[in-house]
């Protein structure tokens, strides 16, 4: 990957990746990767540890690493774009036969972690040659109509409206949901991947509709994208402005976004229906309203805090000493999908029934999980001493360019 002006790669995004990638892995590690099989611990100061871990793990990680690594997604395409129109050459159409191949990356990984996203990726993916000709300004408008959740929009209009107890556009997963997790903890390695492969992806990918992760990922992509047209990752004065500006913007943003979606379920629980009913506010006994409503919430909170992240982690990168630490990161980031897809396979083998099955607590998972990240890390560091692509992004170039 090359910066905007060809020079030599984005330091900044490799080293984003790098902390993106090893967010997603702490986040799996106290899932049990989809398991939740963890067991409590005896003391209640361990209790209150694991606790912390968790609702800290959830509220800084949650919703946030994903959307990081969707976001420079779209700059990968912005880049990969951007040089092949510099040959002369539309990269549409191979970009397209590029998620096909993503996508038997993201089966090879769902057989191991059937709550894995490269499938939803290599799906959402195709809107990219769609509105890569699209004006910049167009393309942030359609970026932000698909941030605002439109398929939520819908479902709220058509809840106060029509019928606040119907729910429209749900997939019901509980059914491969339940399968899913049943192989998990009783089944063997070949039984857990063939139903991962099939039950586990479809409740994946129905509970990413549902969760709002369509549209969302589509925004991201959509931003990276913009991000890279406008050379906001580049170094200079003009954008550390910019981005000064995109910091204050969402933590103003994120406070009353993330009070609104604590406070409001309980505000609504705790109000009599006699007064609900009486004010502006009757929709909100809806159960499907409130869902949609706290969804799209939700959502932007998320959205704002994630913009938190990627600000600081830019002007960590640029205007602080912590740029060594994350320059330490930058190989590990390179190997996102090395790495993504390792975490999967090592996650399995040491949480499902067929593995090892462990029964640990949150902090202990999370010991774990950053014995695999320094694994990792170390492994990327000398890997990319040797070479100028990871394993399986090696592999992946080579496919894109095959025809």
């Known amino acids: 990957m090359e910066n905007v002006k060809g020079q030599s790669r984005v330091e900044v995004v490799d080293a984003i990746r790098g902390i993106a990638v090893a967010m997603i892995l702490m986040l799996h590690s106290i899932e049990h990767f989809n398991l939740y099989n963890q067991v409590d611990p005896d003391s209640p100061l361990l209790k209150l540890v694991d606790l912390m871990v968790w609702d800290g793990l959830w509220f800084v990680i949650g919703g946030k690493a994903y959307a990081i690594f969707a976001l420079l997604f779209g700059f990968s395409f912005y880049i990969m774009d951007r040089n092949a129109a510099r040959r002369g050459e539309d990269f549409r159409l191979r970009f397209c036969w590029r998620m096909l191949l993503l996508f038997g990356f993201g089966c090879l990984n769902a057989s191991f972690f059937c709550g894995e996203v490269l499938v939803l990726y290599s799906i959402v993916g195709l809107v990219l040659p769609m509105v890569s000709r699209l004006k ?95 050379e906001w990752f580049a170094d200079s004065e003009a954008n550390r402005r910019r981005w000064g500006r995109v910091l204050a913007m969402a933590l103003v943003a994120f406070f009353p976004l993330y009070g609104l979606s604590s406070l409001l379920p309980d505000f609504v629980a705790s109000t009599p229906a006699e007064e609900l009913a009486d004010s502006s506010l009757w929709a909100m006994t809806s159960k499907t309203f409130m869902a949609s409503l706290m969804l799209i919430i939700t959502s932007l909170h998320k959205f704002c805090f994630m913009t938190v992240i990627v600000t600081s982690l830019l002007f960590a990168f640029y205007c602080t000493r912590l740029s060594r630490p994350l320059r330490f990161i930058m190989p590990y980031g390179r190997m996102s999908l090395t790495n993504y897809i390792g975490q999967s396979i090592v996650g399995s083998a040491i949480y499902y029934h067929w593995g090892l099955y462990l029964n640990l607590s949150d902090t202990q998972s999370v010991a774990l999980g950053v014995v695999i990240l320094a694994c990792q890390v170390m492994f990327c560091r000398w890997w990319m001493s040797r070479h100028t692509h990871g394993p399986l992004e090696g592999v992946w170039k080579r496919l894109t360019y095959l025809w």
Do not use: H
Request: with cysteine; charged share 15%; net charge negative.
């Open 136 to 230: 910049t300004r167009t393309l942030l408008v359609v970026a932000a109509v698909l941030m605002a959740q439109p398929v939520e929009w819908m479902k709220l209009v058509y809840a106060a409206i029509v019928d606040g107890e119907r729910e429209i556009l749900v997939f019901d997963f509980g059914e491969y949901w339940n399968a899913s997790m049943k192989m998990l903890a009783e089944g063997g390695f070949l039984e857990t991947v063939r139903t991962n492969l099939w039950e586990g992806q479809l409740f994946s990918l129905a509970w990413a509709w549902g969760a709002g992760r369509f549209c969302q990922t589509a925004s991201l992509f959509m931003l990276g994208l913009a991000a890279g047209r406008m």
